[in-house]
């Protein structure tokens, strides 16, 4: 509602980044699920992954790690 009203919103950081990210996004907070990580190699698991997710309703939150040599 704060976001509808034109009222700046902000989030500090806690002990869960999902939950700052979550409130942060101005997305429904009502029912949401943390997936945690994708799958860190091969697009075929990620893919897999995502899949299996398509037809979640709730808002979702998903982390994604990449390594960078």
């Known amino acids: 509602m704060a976001y509808e ?4 919103v902000t ?3 806690g002990a869960c ?3 700052t990210a979550l ?4 997305l429904s907070t009502r029912r949401f699920v ?9 697009k075929k698991n990620i893919k897999l992954a995502l899949e299996r997710l398509k037809n979640e ?5 998903v982390y994604e790690a990449r390594i960078i040599c």
């Not at 009203?5 to 700046?8: K, L, Q, R, V």
């Open 34 to 42: 943390f997936e945690a990580f994708l799958p860190p190699d091969k």
């Open 17 to 19: 980044a999902c939950v």
């Open 57 to 61: 309703t709730r808002t979702m939150i």
């Open 5 to 8: 009203a034109g009222i700046e």
């Open 11 to 13: 989030s500090l950081p």
């Open 23 to 26: 409130t942060l996004s101005g």
